[in-house]
């Protein structure tokens, strides 16, 4: 069952119906900092998107962009924040309410699949462990040849309830292996900043690798 009960979709609507934790306004900079070192090719899918700064940041590169999130009230701030940016940056933009873990939700889009890059900030450290094979299954079959999915996620599990599950460097080359049709650029510490602490974290990005090439 998920880290978040049997109803995850629910939980995620209560926490935003205040600030969410993980709302700081802004692109995680472990993720910004990663895309000036391995710039990322559109089109994007930001999976689990939440209140849209990390796609909105993604079209401001130029990249056409698909935020998708499975509460609605995180997609209409979204929508609000997209709403003020230049036009050209809005019609990079496509936000939608949709569950990132049915392909169907994202399938078809103005962008993709197959997308160039998956981004994802804080999304895969919510799945237990069946929900993390599924989703690696299907990124892969969602990914262009060569894409790249970019991850930022917690390294440490926190006590209690309804708390991410730590994403640790050893799992993430294990998942992301040349084995499995991967090739991993990137794993290294980092932080996942926070309204109320920064977290240690993972920051990875890797690439679908093709045996025929
Ligand atoms: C920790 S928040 C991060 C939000 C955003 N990526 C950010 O960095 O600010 C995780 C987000 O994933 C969304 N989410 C969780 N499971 C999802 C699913 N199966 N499909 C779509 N969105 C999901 C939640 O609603 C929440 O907005």
Request: charged share 20%; glycine share 8%; with cysteine.
């Amino acid at each position: 069952m998920s880290p978040f009960g049997p109803d995850p979709q629910t939980f995620f609507a209560n926490v935003y119906r205040g600030p969410a934790p993980w709302d700081i306004g802004a692109a995680q900079p472990a993720l910004q900092a990663l895309f000036a070192a391995l710039p990322p090719e559109g089109p994007v899918l930001d999976a689990g998107c939440g209140t849209g700064d990390l796609a909105i940041a993604l079209a401001e590169r130029g990249l056409p962009t698909l935020g998708v999130d499975f509460v609605a009230a995180a997609i209409t701030e979204a929508e609000r924040r997209a709403a003020v940016q230049t036009r050209a940056v809005r019609q990079r933009l496509a936000l939608r309410v949709g569950d990132v873990l049915r392909p169907a939700d994202i399938t078809p889009s103005a962008w993709g699949p197959p997308f160039g890059t998956v981004v994802d900030s804080g999304f895969f450290h919510l799945l237990d462990d069946p929900a993390r094979d599924a989703f690696v299954t299907n990124l892969r079959r969602a990914l262009a040849p060569r894409g790249r999915y970019y991850l930022l996620a917690f390294a440490v599990t926190f006590a209690g309830p309804n708390v991410p599950r730590a994403v640790t460097e050893d799992e993430v080359r294990r998942r992301f292996d040349s084995a499995a049709g991967w090739r991993l650029l990137h794993c290294a510490p980092a932080m996942f900043t926070s309204r109320i602490a920064p977290v240690p974290a993972v920051v990875a990005c890797a690439q679908r690798r093709d045996f025929q090439a």
